[in-house]
Every structure is written in structure tokens, then in C-alpha cells.
């Protein structure tokens, strides 16, 4: 019994340590090659699903299938989880920064339009197999990392070469561009 309870005290001491190591790292000056590439993946996922209008992930979500012209552009609406600027913000905001987020909808015109949320009708999703990327780091400044990455075609005919620039913004790594992972 007595070897039961050291075990789960010291189960217990080392816990917490391990825990405030794993949350300093994320929080620390460091970027791992498996973190950008985690981030990556989810910056190219949101950015497709900002684009689509909608989260497949997202439950009970409501799509209106109605679509309009505001200057020259047919619009729908977004799903949803999406409906609002803060709701889409919300979405964005873990992958990407502040300033990405911002010039990104202006970029891509998606708007607000009598109280909801609407993104311009457009196909998307490119044939880069980000998944099997290659990365570089090949700028390292405070709180901002670049990496080149090299992303295969699917059909391996070439592979394309991007930039994506990583900034620390209230002590998290975030991505700094829209459609920095298309």
C-alpha cells in the first residue's frame, strides 16, 4: 500500500513539470518542423473552408443556398458556423494572425451583406500534395520564422516551391497569410 501511494505522488509531482515543459515550448521561442507542418495543414484547411463557406467538422450546421450579385460578383451566403464576422474570426484566429485574417477577407471579398456573412462563388482547392512537403527554415528573426517549402503536384508531374512566414502573436505561432498554404 505504501508503494501505491509514493508511485501516485510522484505520478503527481512529475505530471504538472511535464505539463508546464510541453506548455513552454508551445509558448516558447521554439518551432518545430512538426509544428509548422501541423499548422500549415490546418491554415490550408481553414483557408478551403472559409472559401467554401462552410465546416464540414461543424455540427448541426444550416446552409442557405441562396445567392446574390453585390458589384459585379455572385455571393452566397456562408453555413452557419460562419454567419458572422466574429464567428468566422473565431475560426480563423488559432491558425492565423490578426493582420492575415484582416487582408485576407478583403482580398477574397468575402463579406457582410444585410447582417450575414457571404463569400464570392468560385471552385477551389489547388493539386499540391502539402501533406508530403519538404521545409527549409530559411529565416529566423525574434519572434518570426520563414520556411520555403517544396510541395509536390498529386500526379508528381513538379513541385512547387512557397513561402510561408510564422509570427508569434500572443505567444502562439500563427501564419501570417491568408493563402499562404494554396
Excluded at 21 to 42: D, F, I
Amino acid at each position: 500500500m505504501k508503494k501505491l501511494i509514493v508511485c501516485l505522488l510522484a505520478v503527481l509531482l512529475i505530471l504538472p513539470a511535464g505539463a508546464s515543459l510541453a506548455a513552454k515550448n508551445q509558448t516558447s521561442g521554439n518551432l518545430t518542423n512538426k509544428q509548422v507542418m501541423q499548422l500549415t495543414l490546418q491554415a490550408r484547411e481553414h483557408f478551403w473552408n472559409t472559401m467554401s463557406g462552410h465546416n464540414p467538422k461543424a455540427k448541426n450546421s444550416t446552409c442557405p443556398s441562396k445567392t446574390f450579385e453585390y458589384r459585379g460578383l455572385p455571393y452566397t451566403y456562408m453555413c452557419s458556423e460562419f454567419s458572422t464576422k466574429a464567428k468566422l474570426t473565431d475560426y480563423l484566429t488559432p491558425v492565423f494572425t490578426k493582420d492575415a485574417i484582416k487582408k485576407g477577407l478583403e482580398k477574397y471579398n468575402i463579406i457582410s451583406y444585410k447582417g450575414k456573412m457571404a463569400v464570392p462563388v468560385g471552385d477551389g482547392d489547388n493539386l499540391l500534395g502539402w501533406d508530403k512537403a519538404k521545409i527549409k527554415l530559411i529565416s529566423q528573426k525574434n519572434n518570426t520564422r520563414t520556411y520555403e517549402f517544396s510541395v509536390p503536384a498529386l500526379d508528381g508531374s513538379v513541385t512547387a516551391k512557397r513561402k510561408i512566414t510564422f509570427v508569434k502573436e500572443n505567444n502562439k505561432w500563427k501564419i501570417n497569410q491568408l493563402d499562404a498554404a494554396i
